[in-house]
Every structure is written in structure tokens, then in C-alpha cells.
């Protein structure tokens, strides 16, 4: 712990607290309540950023390294995957409604502004989350019997992916929202065994050592960020609601959050950590996360 904690984390605690004080404003109808709409209808892209400096700061702090002190290509690289991978989930809403945003700005070059800078936050969010999780030390030896891959169960993992990403879109338009879950686990069973013939950084490998650290410690990380995108979102003026159908569960709630979606997060943080794998593995088959 031999740096100190840089401005730019500061700045973030700051931005953090203030849209903090705005969303409560906001939620207690304080006045002017037009001010406080303009201003928490960026919370989700705000909260993000100043939560991302913050936490970037305090692990430069611990460890004298980190994305934005001196990884800023990888901060930009994660930054444009994420929003292109939040793209791809954003068509499957398309075909399988599961939530729609409310209160958008009018001006379409505003709003898509506001997509580009909140959905660039989902992947570095997440990813220091899970930094920070292993600088604890949390999960950090758990060993498990391991499990063999060989090319018949590569091939059935892959395959099982097409279906759990195909097959959802040409299901009767009624079963389709039950049917998310195989699209957050779709793409992990897909491009993991690519990843794994690559050479590349892969969660199929670390289970072939019997090592489960690295994904229960992505799966905090994803729990994590969950709860802090619910919570901002709660009493954000633009946000998301949930549409799609819950068999069971569904007046038991985490802010918008029914209990039972929740356990979503967790298979998300694993697919973006594949699949950013799976893009960079095209350039180089160096661990460019470092996770």
C-alpha cells in the first residue's frame, strides 16, 4: 500500500455522492423536480463511472497498477466490447422482451449518447469488481475434484450452446421470456471450448486443474455489480423495469429485481469474461485481463 490514492478516485467518490444525494432527492420529490429528473436520468451511466474511478484508485492504491493508471488501452478495449456485447443481448430483447427502458430523452443523438456511456461501464465494472474480489484474497484456493475434457464433451458443450442461444428466438412468443437462462449460459457453453483450443484464458481449463477460484470469484463480482445496478436504478428518472414472466417468485423483489432473476449476475460476469476471451484470442493468447 505504498501509493497513494490518486485524484481521479476522489473525483469518483465525489460524482458517486452527489447523484447519490440526487436520487434520494428525487425519490422524496424534493423541489425543483425537474432539476432532479434532469439530473438522475444519467444516473445509471454516472453512478457507473464514479463507482469504475473509485474502485480503479483504490487498487492502484493497493497494488500499484491498475486500468486506468496503466492499462488505459485495455480500458478502452473493454470499454467498446462491452458495448458491443450489451448490443447483441439488447437484440435478443428485441425477440424476447425482457425489459424496456422508461423516460428516454426525446433527442435520439442524446440517447443513444446515453446507451454508448452506461453500456461501456458493464464490463470494466465488473471485471475490478472481480479484481478487487481476488486482491481480498476471497475464493482464493477452492479446488474441486477436476473434470476432463476431451473432444466428444467440447463438441457437446459447443453444441449445447447453439441451442441455449438459438433456440430460445423460435419458441412460441408466450415461452420465450421463461427462457433467459439458457441465453446467460448460451454463449459460456459456446465459445468456451474455443477458448479452451486456443490456448486462451478459459474457465473449461481452470476446471481441468480442478481450480474453481477464478469463476467463483467472477461470480461474486457479477453478484456485486447486480446489486449496485438495481440499486442505482431504483429511483433513477431514466431506467429499466422488467417484463418478461416469472413462474414463480415474483412479489419477492430487490428493487425492481425479482429474487429469482437475480441469480442471472452471477452466469453474466462468467459469458462477458468468455467472450471477451473469445474476441481477443483472434490478436494474442496472453492473459490480457490479468484475472
Not at 425482457?98 to 470494466?124: C, E, K, Q
Amino acid at each position: 500500500m505504498g501509493q497513494r490514492y490518486p485524484y481521479y478516485g476522489v473525483v469518483g467518490l465525489a460524482v458517486l455522492m452527489g447523484m447519490q444525494v440526487a436520487l434520494v432527492a428525487s425519490a422524496c420529490g424534493a423541489r425543483p423536480v425537474g432539476l432532479w429528473q434532469a439530473i438522475t436520468g444519467w444516473a445509471t451511466p454516472v453512478c457507473w463511472w464514479g463507482y469504475i474511478l473509485a474502485l480503479d484508485a483504490w487498487l492502484y492504491r493497493r497494488r500499484g497498477f491498475s486500468l486506468w493508471m496503466t492499462r488505459r488501452r485495455l480500458l478502452g478495449l473493454q470499454c467498446m466490447l462491452s458495448v458491443a456485447f450489451w448490443c447483441l443481448f439488447e437484440g435478443y430483447n428485441r425477440l424476447m422482451p425482457g425489459w424496456r427502458y422508461i423516460h428516454l430523452d426525446a433527442n435520439l443523438s442524446v440517447r443513444f449518447l446515453g446507451y454508448a456511456v452506461a453500456f461501456a461501464t458493464i464490463m470494466p465494472g465488473m471485471f475490478l469488481t472481480c479484481e478487487a474480489v481476488q486482491t481480498l484474497g476471497w475464493l482464493a484456493r477452492v479446488q474441486v475434484r477436476p473434470w476432463r475434457w476431451t473432444p466428444v464433451t467440447l463438441n457437446m458443450a459447443m453444441w449445447g450452446g447453439v441451442v441455449c442461444c438459438v433456440a430460445p428466438v423460435f419458441m412460441p412468443q408466450g415461452v420465450r421470456g421463461y427462457l433467459w437462462a439458457l441465453v446467460w449460459i448460451g454463449f459460456i457453453l459456446l465459445l468456451e471450448p474455443f477458448n479452451y483450443r486456443r490456448g486462451v484464458p478459459s474457465l473449461f481449463r481452470d476446471w481441468e486443474r480442478g481450480d474453481w477460484s477464478r469463476t467463483l470469484q467472477l461470480c461474486v463480482a457479477g453478484a456485486v455489480c447486480g446489486l449496485l445496478w438495481e440499486f442505482w436504478n431504483m429511483w433513477a428518472f431514466t431506467k429499466w423495469e422488467y417484463i418478461f414472466p416469472w413462474p414463480v417468485g415474483r412479489e419477492w423483489k430487490y428493487f425492481e429485481m425479482p429474487l429469482v432473476g437475480f441469480l442471472g449476475f452471477p452466469p453474466f460476469a462468467l459469458e462477458y469474461f468468455v467472450m471477451f476471451h473469445f474476441v481477443a484470442g483472434f490478436y494474442t493468447r496472453d492473459d490480457q485481463l490479468g484475472l
